[in-house]
């Protein structure tokens, strides 16, 4: 089958394709894409589940570590001011960790624009689709309403002038036929009328769901900088209670970062499926919907040599026609217009139409072509299975190092916390406060020194 324009499936797709997949038996399943097959889903949602067995571990790490720090630390010295060894070491660990987390919220939002940017591709070709077969339906419309139109009102006032002479009669009534003809001729080329499948709505549809899946993923990336960013001012700080708060924030964007991850590779891996082979799938998905034939869809979406243009013999056929019409047209007007002259404007308003018709038709010529419609499936093709897909790696890429930067700075908040200083709650309160207990205790020694 013929590659759209521009579009040859990339080295991630491939990688992607190759991956093995199995369904809940642990059967293997094909890796053609096949969104209806109960295989096909199961694979999918294997992959899926493989991140909540990956969250599922971190957090037994996570608890397996806090409890080992818990039950087995040193007793302190009572009146020891000294840090406890490797304190900074589990600091600096942290503020690393964090800081890996900020670099993948820089890479997720890259990722995420990328992925907007090819569905944005995406829905451009399927808006400029459907004006493409908007102009051919509105062509074929006003040029047959036209046509009939002067058979109805000008050609029968001509037969009605020009009864006198018998064979300029007959030419009239052969530029009728031919009129007749090209009409039913053209009718036939609006082949996308009546179909229940819009391109527009479809176009609508991807549209709504990218703006949510857009929001979310900036939600969920401003999240996970103002947890970074308040843990690592509560460490500056030194402020216990401001890292518990954010220790606990890190565990919900640890369980979103997870979640994510799965569906992110599900995707990434479902699309590479389409991808590696999307002709076949579109092929057979836009017959089932539309009920076009297979000359019609293969011409459109192959677009090769080896394809013929179904609509030729039609196009042909009203080519010639017109020709026969133009003419019939200038033979009557040399006959009849001498000796009728109430037959002059008829003829002009026939002229008038035919070269409307005729500059209608050249236009159904060229939106007929696979060219424009090919081009706008290799645009969607494009947008969909490069920028997209680059994207949903990048958020892919996000969601990993956000979940180990996120994993190890919960390992070490505990440790961090604890070697805070006992007088933290209290590092902001004024030395003059007379609720600062360190201030009352000063006043209580004055009064019994008086």
């Given amino acids: 089958m013929g ?13 992607l394709h190759q991956l093995p997949r199995a369904d809940f038996q642990l059967r293997p399943v094909p890796s053609g894409f096949a969104p209806r097959e109960q295989e096909y889903q199961q694979a999918l949602l294997l992959l899926a589940a493989l991140a909540g067995l990956g969250l599922g571990l971190s957090l037994i790490v996570i608890a397996v570590y806090l409890i080992r720090f818990c039950c087995c630390r040193a007793p302190e010295l009572p009146g020891s001011k000294s840090p406890s060894p490797g304190g900074g070491c589990v600091t600096w660990s942290c503020i690393a960790a964090l800081l890996v987390g900020c670099a993948g919220i820089g890479i997720g939002f890259y990722g995420n624009s990328e992925t907007s940017d090819g569905v944005s591709q995406l829905s451009s070709a399927l808006l400029h689709a459907n004006h493409t077969l908007s102009a051919i339906d509105h062509l074929v419309l006003e040029t047959v309403e036209r046509l009939g139109e002067a058979v109805r009102t000008e050609l029968t006032t001509l037969e009605e002038v020009l009864e006198q002479r018998t064979e300029l009669v007959a030419a009239a009534r052969g530029a009728r036929r031919q009129a007749e003809a090209v009409a039913q001729q053209l009718q036939g080329l609006a082949f ?3 179909v229940p499948l819009s391109p527009l709505q479809v176009a609508e549809d991807v549209s709504f769901v990218e703006e949510y899946r857009w929001l979310a993923y900036v939600l969920l990336l401003l999240l996970e900088l103002l947890v970074c960013l308040f843990t690592l001012l509560g460490l500056a700080k030194q402020s216990k ?6 220790t606990v924030m890190s565990l919900l964007v640890l369980i979103l970062s997870w979640g994510s991850m799965g569906l992110e590779a599900a995707a990434a891996v479902a699309l590479s499926d389409f991808c590696s082979n999307p002709d076949t799938y579109i092929l057979n998905l836009t017959q089932e919907e539309t009920g076009l034939s297979s000359d019609i869809l293969n011409y459109y979406f192959l677009c090769n040599q080896a394809v013929s243009n179904p609509f030729q013999q039609r196009l042909t056929v009203s080519q ?14 040399r006959e009849a217009a001498p000796q009728f002259p109430s037959a002059q404007k008829p003829l002009l308003s026939l002229e008038e139409t035919l070269n409307v018709t005729e500059g209608n038709f050249h236009q159904l010529v060229a939106l007929l072509h696979c060219r424009g419609l090919h081009k706008d499936y290799g645009a969607a093709l494009r947008g969909l299975c490069e920028d997209a897909l680059e994207g949903l790696l990048f958020l892919l890429l996000f969601s990993l190092l956000s979940a180990g930067a996120l994993a190890t700075a919960l390992c070490s908040l505990p440790r961090a916390w604890a070697l805070f200083p006992p007088s933290d709650d209290y590092d902001d309160t004024d030395d003059d406060d007379p609720f600062n207990p360190q201030e009352s205790k000063r006043f209580v020694q004055w009064q019994s020194s008086i």
């Fill in 3 to 15: 590659a759209p324009p521009g579009y040859r499936p990339s080295a991630w797709v491939h990688l």
């Fill in 192 to 194: 996308w009328q009546g």
């Fill in 241 to 246: 209670w401001l890292v518990i708060v954010m």
């Fill in 320 to 333: 010639r026609a017109l020709a026969s019409i133009h003419s019939q047209l200038q033979g009557l007007e």
